[in-house]
């Protein structure tokens, strides 16, 4: 290996360092090379000074300590030399931030220079003060950079600009300091002051609704400079694939979207630019691309025209055609957020987006199946259901559960029969049934206990897939019910809806043995077989001494509650044999609506502006009379919430006789609720959202969310979406706003009123949605229970 002197040149030592062949011998070069560094500048060698640091930089670039170096730095800065001076600011960006100590000891120098005649020193010190500024050194130096935005000099105007950017989010209270300068520099023709000024207004903007509503008045103003560049001939300067200056036409797009949000004035105003840029920009270069699409989500955030949003949704369905799957992916993304508010404009681009879902790339297919989810109709239904099914038989493992539950829901919500509607499922069922949601198999049940005319075409149909496949559990559960409840219309061979199948007792029998004694049946799909063998029993003639048999075998069985099962219906053909009959008849019809329904959860393709019902299951307690049960009763359905009776009259002894437990809760009665305290139930991020109860009526329940930020960036687009029992009645307020201040500096409140008439278990499921840092972020939070009002 080379051995190298103090005084070796910055490429010799990038030389050897690379020439270096294990990471033993280049950490070796460096710690040689660190050492002369260091005795160097104890020397004070004023000489070598900037080459050493240049040398302890590329060492920081290589992940090397290299701290010992920022009071050379300081040094250097205030050095009168300008290599000198260069090499100080650069060494201040990497090895200092505002934490350091040493960062204090440069804001006397970058002020001085700052005041230099050079404009590359002034360059330097506003490129060092964006950088690594602190707010200390940002108040300090803000009139002097505020100074500097007037200056005559469009290169140090253009630096200035970027400075006043970080001092803003550093301090943002400076921000009106710099707000008369920013709206002068819009009048400037150099395209980099313009991207500056742009900047800078944005981040005013966002910062401060008062600057907000003074810089609405600039709107005019930057159409003109939006409609210059849109229209302006070929410009080599300026010229990106035929697109003259991109990144300002989109910082202008961008600021645009903020002046004219919930505002009709500034809408109007760029109504007519916004179709200019839409018509005339060109698609094929990812720079046009980029253009379009700042344009489209102006559009689509502003006030715009009808036909505007037409015009932007179309944009949108030409980026599903490119063969960029990172331009399709964005389309499908923006489509998705305005598929509510412009369905039948996105519906016209239906085949492109089901087209999407053959991609392979996975996340393109995940954004093409929530949208394709999202535009389910009544119409539609058979047509989109035909290739969602296609799909699902294809899809990628972590795309099925979403792609199962999305079906389930569209096909319960627009079947245009029930026999579609048990085909549908079924077919799910048979292609991935071992991916569904628990909920599927009750749910199919009370499905087709409702379809009493299709019965035995069920019980067929069903008997068909469970002799093809028993892998598929949710479809064997739901199966082996069927043949349990119907099996007598099986074995009469009777189907007028699909062709008859002759199948004996011994058939049906065989095929539920094979369930019970299969290694695949998980404990609850062997319960379920069970069950049906002694339903069975008062359905045939033939076979029941096989069936006591097989029911007699699991008496011993080693899980619990098979083991169970068989001891009581054991016990029904020996002590209870004249009681079977009537204890195994057929279920009667489950009512949809009854409280105790299970319903889906959230899923993939859910439509944003509608509720969706969680599930709840909940049994009916009985009413005792006997004192003694009452009171017991005060311990039961610990999950039910407890409520207040209302006060009863004490002139009224006889009530104690036949409520105790009532009268135990008015020792309490007559006291009026007040709001249980504030409960934080999310925080993450910064984000974080308290939950208060406030009960106005008996049935009736108030419950505010209020969102707070603590973090250093504003959130924008907040929503709520809130799920509850099917049988709650829930009415959303519209909220205070979508838009969270940084630093607790303000918060968003959403009220929503509840409707409990049958007094159940009140839980919720909640959706959090809202973008930080131009990234959108989504949660799911699940409440078990609210907090209950107190009593004052």
Known sequence: MTDMSPSVRLQEM???????????????????????????????????RSHNLAKLLYVHMLGYPAHFGQM??????????????????????????????????????????????????????LCTLACMGSAEMCRDLAPEIERLLRASNSYIKKKAALCAVHIVRKVPELGELFTPSARSLLSEKNHGVLHGAVVLITELCERNLDTLDQCRKAVPELVQIMKGLVMSGYSPEHNVAGISDPFLQVRILRLLRILGRNNDTASDAMNDLLAQVATNTDSSKTAGSAVLYETVLTIMDIKSESGLRVLAVNILGR???????????????????????????VQRHRGTIVDCLKDQDASVQRRALELSLALVSAVNIRSLMKELLLFLSSCPLELRANTTSGIFLAADRYAPSQRWHIDTILHVLTTAGGDVRDETVPNLIQLITTASDLHSYTVHKLYRALVADIQQQSLVQVACWCIGEYGDLLMKGECEETEPVQVTEDDVLDALETVLQSHMSSPATRAFALTATMKLSTR????????????????????????????????????????????????????????????????AGVKESELVKVKQVEADRPQETNQACDLLGLLGDSDQPWQPSPAQPTTAPSSASTNMGGDLLDLLGGLDPIPAPAVTVYEKNGLSIKLQCDKKMDTGVTVTFTASNSSDNDISSFTLQVAVPKSVQLQMKAPSGDVIPAQGAGHVIQTVLLNNPNKVNLKMRVRVQYSKQGSVCQDMLQIDSLPTPALQ
């Open 14 to 48: 990038i030389r050897v360092i690379r020439s270096a062949r294990t990471q033993g011998e280049e950490r070796g070069v460096i710690q040689r090379e660190c050492a002369a560094i260091r005795a160097q500048f104890r020397q004070g060698d004023n000489g070598s």
């Open 319 to 345: 980026f599903l055609l490119n063969n960029d799957r990172n331009i399709r992916y964005v389309s499908m993304t923006s489509l998705q957020k305005i598929v509510q508010t412009d369905h039948n404009a």
């Open 540 to 603: 045939i003639t033939n076979n029941v001494d096989r069936i006591r048999s097989i029911v007699s075998i699991y008496g011993s069985c080693i899980d619990v509650e098979l083991q169970q099962r068989a001891v009581e219906y054991n016990a029904l053909f020996k002590k209870y044999d004249h009681m079977r009959a009537a204890v195994l008849e057929r279920m009667p019809v489950i009512d949809k609506n009854s409280p105790g329904h299970i319903n889906g959860d959230f899923t």
């Open 72 to 125: 050379e730095c300081v040094r250097l800065i205030a050095s009168p030399r300008y290599n000198e001076k260069r090499i100080g600011y650069l060494g201040a960006m990497m090895l200092l931030d505002e934490k350091q100590d040493a960062s204090l000891l440069i804001t006397n120098s970058i002020k001085n220079d700052l005041s230099h005649s050079s404009q590359y020193v002034q360059s330097l010190a």
